[in-house]
């Protein structure tokens, strides 16, 4: 299971610390999910998941003033007790004096943020779906052509750095070269980056390493990029039947994930980098509902019909 440092998410979402007695760096995050107590301010508390980070609104604020002072110390309690990794208090709403006590005595720190609950709950849920999803690193190519994620696998010493290298003079974007990380962060959506420590390098065989960003400036690069398109590189095989209209989609499984993929045989005189700038725009082109393929079998369907049909005619 993966984990975020609550100390990171302070920094991210430019939190308030209300509660500087209490130590945040050895605290973490593991659920992406997030809870308003509703039920529990009403002491009720089975199925509480404790683990989730907690944020109270104007509502749960407002209910907690109307409280008895003794009431509301015994359920903060109760709330504070269940370990919680934190609270936070959003519209800059002031906790109570009896919250910031109960909360330092549990060891449960309270922040505070300028944003409504709403738009608050929404940033923090989709930051930490990113954080938090789960993850592999598989070797291979990332390059943003065109806007589509493409991704670039295949045996070591194929090609795949030296194709990416042409897509970036072409103007595309490299992303990962030889080690990328796969983050699933829905069950339609894959986000490929590169490790930190070789970010931005391509190594090319004969040559050695170079630095993307610095030959070809920084808008050959990006840090970040869903993956929409696998393309498998492989040596020619004389024997294999190969697709050679693209109606039947293939897909390649990435954390469980079906993306489409196309296999395409290396042979000299092929220009890999326009084929897959080729395989991009036509996977836009399908996206948006137009399918080369299928217009190609209509038309000759069509021209097949007519001509039957005058030569009926005729007789």
């Known amino acids: 299971m993966y984990s975020v440092k609550l100390s990171e998410l302070v920094e991210k979402m430019k939190l308030k610390n209300l509660t500087p007695e209490v130590d945040i760096d050895n605290t973490v995050i593991t659920h992406s999910d997030i809870n308003r107590p509703a039920l529990q301010l009403a002491g009720f508390f089975d199925y509480f998941d404790s683990e989730r980070v907690q944020i109270m609104g104007k509502v749960e604020i407002t209910y907690l003033e109307k409280m008895d002072e003794i009431k509301r110390k015994e359920i903060l309690n109760m709330l504070f007790s269940k370990k ?5 208090l959003s ?4 906790p109570f004096k009896d919250m910031l006590e109960v909360a330092i005595k549990h060891g ?3 922040f505070q943020t300028k944003k409504t609950t709403s738009s608050f709950m929404a940033e923090i849920i989709r930051w930490l779906k990113v954080e938090l999803a789960p993850r592999i690193s598989i070797h291979g190519v990332l390059v943003d052509v065109y806007g589509e994620g493409v991704l670039i696998l295949g045996e070591s010493g194929i090609g795949k750095s030296e194709s990416a290298l042409e897509l970036i003079k072409r103007g595309h974007r490299l992303v990962a070269d030889d080690v990328v990380e796969i983050k699933k962060v829905s069950e339609d959506t894959l986000l490929g980056s590169s490790p930190d420590i070789i ?6 065989r004969g040559i050695g390493i170079i630095d993307v960003k610095t030959l070809y400036g920084v808008e050959s690069v990006k840090k970040v990029q869903s993956i929409d398109l696998v393309i498998k590189l492989e040596l020619w095989d004389p024997e294999k039947e190969y697709d050679r209209l693209g109606l039947n989609e293939e897909y390649t499984e990435i954390l469980e994930n079906k993306v489409i993929s196309h296999s395409i045989p290396i042979r000299p005189g092929r220009n890999i980098a326009i084929i897959v700038e080729s395989a991009a725009i036509n996977h836009r082109q399908k ?6 393929a299928s217009d190609l ?6 021209n097949l019909k007519r001509r039957s049909e005058e030569r009926e005619s005729k007789n």
């Open 84 to 88: 919680i990794p934190c609270l936070i």
């Open 91 to 94: 519209r800059e709403l002031g």
């Open 108 to 110: 449960v720190p309270i």
């Open 199 to 204: 970010r931005h390098f391509i190594e090319l």
């Open 287 to 292: 996206q948006m509902g137009y399918n080369a």
């Open 297 to 302: 079998i209509n038309r000759v369907s069509g």
